[in-house]
């Protein structure tokens, strides 16, 4: 039950004792999910108060653009930019991948590494052109498709290089596994153990992803473009999760 929030360790490089790292590596995925899951809450709350797009939960802007379809007004671009740059930017970190043709740890590093260059250009490019001022302008198109061309190379590291990740961006299936498991952890059946353990792994994305909405939201209000720093912090520290190699 709940097999997609089980731990899907990053591949192993070719001379590492797998009884010896599987264990580490596989709470290395779970600190990573979690932090990854802050990235997508504070992106998506700062594209959405910022830019009026959402960069992260990508659906949503389908739902958006559907709603002003029937009701008679025409979607905006941007919205319908968004989901093709997510198309693309996803086929483009397919290609990072098979280019660098590395195993899951040192790919994990690389695609981390385009990441958080990405989400750093959305800073500077916020910073010197105020993309907050004009919503609807060039400058808020640019900053947002940046913005969603972070979030795609993020999902796309997740299933390239994590086999069975569970999802960091869409909150719905995770929050949706949290109360079945707290269900059956409050039943106190068979399945008790097996449903705490999972409660507390389906917790470990909700709760960051929740607590980066709020620092995104507080950052915006308190920082303008400067916001734009929380999500490129927490990158780094992603980064700095993944050791260059493992012993």
Aim: charge should be positive; include cysteine; proline fraction near 6%.
């Amino acid at each position: 039950m709940f097999q997609g929030l089980e731990a899907a360790p990053i591949a192993q490089l070719p001379n590492e004792s797998p009884s010896r790292n599987i264990p580490d590596l596989a709470l290395l995925q779970r600190r990573l999910t979690s932090v990854l899951s802050a990235v997508a809450g504070t992106v998506d709350v700062i594209s959405f108060v910022s830019l009026k797009l959402f960069a992260a939960h990508i659906t949503g802007n389908l739902v958006v653009i559907a709603a002003m379809l029937v009701s008679g007004g025409p979607p905006r671009m941007d919205q319908i930019l968004a989901v093709h740059v997510f198309f693309v930017a996803v086929a483009l970190v397919w290609l990072i991948a098979r280019r660098f043709d590395r195993p899951g740890h040192s790919l994990v590093r690389v695609l981390l590494l385009v990441h958080l260059l990405l989400l750093t250009c959305v800073l500077i490019y916020s910073i010197i052109s105020h993309p907050d001022a004009n919503p609807r302008g060039l400058a808020s198109d640019v900053a947002a498709m940046l913005a969603v061309s972070a979030m795609a190379c993020q999902w796309g590291l997740l299933r390239l290089a994590v086999p069975g990740a569970p999802s960091t961006a869409v909150m719905s299936g995770n929050l949706a596994r949290t109360i079945l498991s707290l269900l059956d952890s409050l039943a106190q059946n068979e399945k008790g153990h097996d449903a705490r353990e999972q409660l507390k792994r389906s917790l470990e994305l909700v709760l960051p992803f929740f607590a980066g909405c709020l620092a995104g939201a507080a950052a915006v209000a308190h920082f303008g473009d400067w916001a734009w720093l929380f999500p490129v912090l927490l990158a780094v520290a992603a980064l700095l999760l993944v050791p260059r190699r493992l012993d």
